[in-house]
């Protein structure tokens, strides 16, 4: 079943929507939330969570690509979750939590931006980059890869993987102070 097929059964609001979204994408929704959590409860958890945002959510939205849309919904729950267990233990599996803590104000400063503003930001950061380094900040930051995971598929050292986001990161800072979000 295609995705326009899917999203029409939502509208319906019929509930063999949500079992065809799991048919058609369960497996890479619990890849995507265990890219970020090591307990099988916390992923399912998070897979069922999200595709119960997509049940309250569609309608209204109408989203042009079904899984990039859930996939979204699933990484939302799956940090969330991630930020509670570390929370709650001061340690644990913070696998991309790295990214925020490299482009946080400075001295706990509170003006943070709103989503769309970040995401307006976000986009055109990434659209400044080659598609070399766009998969690569994408795989590590949104999809929640290991280091390890993306150096085997690139065929490089981790070291260098690490060294890249790395300066990504940096461009990614110096980019956001350009655009006066950053101090």
Not at 37 to 46: G, I, N, Q, R, Y
Not at 80 to 102: P, S
Not at 119 to 140: C, G, I, M
Request: contains cysteine; negative net charge; proline residues 3%.
């Amino acid at each position: 079943m295609d995705d326009s097929s899917i999203i029409q059964l939502f509208f319906s609001r019929s509930e063999a929507a949500v079992a065809q979204l799991l048919a058609q994408y369960g497996r890479l929704f619990h890849q995507l939330a265990r890219n970020f959590l090591s307990s099988e409860e916390d992923v399912e958890e998070c897979v069922n969570d999200a595709v119960l945002d997509a049940w309250n959510t569609i309608p209204p939205q109408s989203p042009r690509s079904l899984s990039a849309y859930s996939c979204a919904l699933v990484r939302r729950r799956a940090v969330d979750r991630l930020r509670h267990k570390t929370a709650e233990c001061r340690g644990g599996h913070a696998v991309c939590l790295e990214l925020e803590e490299g482009i946080t104000a400075p001295d706990g400063a509170e003006d943070y931006l709103d989503q769309q503003e970040l995401k307006t930001y976000l986009n055109a950061f990434l659209a400044s980059l080659s598609p070399e380094n766009r998969r690569l900040f994408v795989r590590r930051y949104f999809y929640g890869e290991s280091i390890n995971a993306i150096a085997d598929d690139l065929k490089i050292r981790e070291n260098t993987v690490a060294v890249r986001l790395s300066r990504l990161r940096e461009q990614l800072r110096s980019y956001l102070r350009e655009q006066d979000v950053w101090i």
